[in-house]
T-cell receptor, first 114, second 115 residues
Framework: QKEVEQNSGPLSVPEGAIASLNCTYS??????FFWYRQYSGKSPELIMS????GDKEDGRFTAQLNKASQYVSLLIRDSQPSDSATYLC??????????????FGRGTQLTVWP | GAVVSQHPSRVICKSGTSVKIECRSL??????MFWYRQFPKQSLMLMAT?????????EQGVEKDKFLINHASLTLSTLTVTSAHPEDSSFYIC???????????FGPGTRLTVL
């Protein structure tokens, strides 16, 4: 079983729509969860981090975490063509000696068409 | 956010040669740096974790004798791909952090092509 799995996509939505990205993880002791955006040929950039169950909103982005279901999602409201990119879910495994080690999903490619 | 640089951004080398990639934290002291590799249309794969002044910790399946990591100062870590082969061609990305941050800061990546 892979550490982190994402809906593989690609996902295509019209401008102004809501894009929904999903991620599941296998390690129950994971504490920290991140969503990154990666443009082709570039390194990832952090969009959201979430540590507690529930929702976390930042502008047009909302991250949702459910540790019991080992599930984390990202909603992008009012999607813009500039949001077109690959979105990577990352999980920080445990704590202590493994602090900071991130494990990434394969990513979901999002296209927002005008 | 903090800034991390990598050098070179792109390198092409012949099979059998060694290549060194530098990762620098420009405006903070990075107690921990990470090295990732990304093949086309694949995710980032963590290769190793390096703490300043100590040996790197490699992920399972990563050959430590092939991928030499040195973290000699709080602002510089290097990855040396020894005896590179075409299958080592990939996008290598470093990240850096310290205890005051809750996130890793990624460098822009290095595209390695081995002919």
């Amino acid at each position: 079983q892979k550490e982190v799995e994402q809906n593989s996509g690609p996902l295509s939505v019209p401008e102004g729509a809501i894009a929904s990205l999903n991620c599941t993880y296998s390690d129950r002791v994971s504490q920290s969860f991140f969503w990154y955006r990666q443009y082709s040929g570039k390194s990832p950039e952090l969009i959201m981090s979430i540590y507690s169950n529930g929702d976390k909103e930042d502008g047009r982005f909302t991250a949702q975490l459910n540790k019991a279901s080992q599930y984390v999602s990202l909603l992008i409201r009012d999607s813009q063509p500039s949001d077109s990119a690959t979105y990577l879910c990352a999980v920080e495994r445990g704590r202590g000696s493994t602090l900071g080690r991130l494990y990434f999903g394969r990513g979901t490619q999002l296209t927002v068409w005008p | 956010g903090a800034v991390v640089s990598q050098h070179p951004s792109r390198v092409i080398c012949k099979s059998g040669t060694s290549v060194k990639i530098e990762c620098r934290s420009l405006d903070f002291q990075a107690t921990t740096m990470f090295w990732y590799r990304q093949f086309p249309k694949q995710s980032l794969m963590l290769m190793a974790t390096s703490n300043e002044g100590s040996k790197a910790t490699y992920e399972q399946g990563v050959e430590k004798d092939k991928f030499l990591i040195n973290h000699a100062s709080l602002t510089l870590s290097t990855l040396t791909v020894t005896s590179a082969h075409p299958e080592d061609s990939s996008f290598y990305i470093c990240s850096a952090t310290d205890r005051t941050y809750n996130e890793q800061f990624f460098g822009p990546g290095t595209r390695l092509t081995v002919l």
